[in-house]
T-cell receptor
Framework: AQSVTQLDSQVPVFEEAPVELRCNYS??????LFWYVQYPNQGLQLLLK??????LVKGINGFEAEFNKSQTSFHLRKPSVHISDTAEYFC???????????FGSGTKLNVKP | EPEVTQTPSHQVTQMGQEVILRCVPI?????FYWYRQILGQKVEFLVS????????KSEIFDDQFSVERPDGSNFTLKIRSTKLEDSAMYFC????????????FGSGTRLTVV
């Protein structure tokens, strides 16, 4: 069975500080990995994805994530956050040959001035 | 940037009533999906649709649910007889190709069953 765990339900951080949002997954098959962001009253926007190749993936808005196969993790990072990064962030796993996602429970990032 | 459009943004219905949630996927996309998120819970897969038929569905997607692409542009989710536990945010998504390319999600329809 597949599962996605986002260990932190809420992460408060001050503006211009670095942030890491954690994501771990379990799967018996190879996976694709994604991070989505949801701003208030909006849909889910793709931040970045890992399909294959380099384990460090860069996305929009200065975010990046690193795939660690041995630790089955795909943590999201940003070196300096802005107020506008306040949103909920979802990690998602897609399975090879299965056209659907398994989502984590989300992490609410609250950037304070 | 192309968007997936969902209407209405919020729908309130009485238990036992039928509801239809509407979605307009991105025009050149071929794969269509519905997900839902019950308040405080994870986003869950409901169904995927390709080539005018369901390609996969979850255990949640029972006989009360159906999907349709009636006119080549809209993609609808129908719940025949709503229950209180159907209250959730329903997200439509579409993709040009299969999962590796990521989906584009709509902004969701919040369904409240009273």
């Amino acid at each position: 069975a597949q599962s996605v765990t986002q260990l932190d339900s809420q992460v408060p951080v001050f503006e211009e500080a670095p942030v890491e949002l954690r994501c771990n997954y379990s799967s018996s098959v190879s996976v694709y990995l994604f991070w989505y962001v949801q701003y208030p009253n909006q849909g889910l926007q793709l931040l970045l994805k890992y399909l294959s190749g380099s384990t460090l993936v860069k996305g929009i808005n200065g975010f990046e994530a690193e795939f660690n196969k041995s630790q089955t993790s795909f943590h999201l990072r940003k070196p300096s956050v802005h107020i506008s990064d306040t949103a909920e962030y979802f990690c998602a796993v897609g399975l090879y040959n299965f056209n659907k996602f398994y989502f984590g429970s989300g992490t609410k990032l609250n950037v304070k001035p | 940037e192309p968007e997936v459009t969902q209407t209405p943004s919020h729908q309130v219905t009485q238990m036992g009533q039928e509801v239809i949630l509407r979605c307009v996927p991105i025009s050149n996309h071929l794969y269509f999906y519905w997900y839902r998120q019950i308040l405080g819970q994870k986003v869950e897969f409901l169904v995927s649709f390709y080539n005018n038929e369901i390609s996969e569905k979850s255990e949640i997607f029972d006989d009360q649910f159906s999907v349709e692409r009636p006119d080549g542009s809209n993609f609808t989710l129908k719940i025949r007889s709503t229950k209180l536990e159907d209250s959730a945010m329903y997200f439509c998504a579409s993709s040009e190709q299969e999962i590796g390319y990521g989906y584009t999600f709509g902004s969701g329809t919040r369904l409240t069953v009273v």
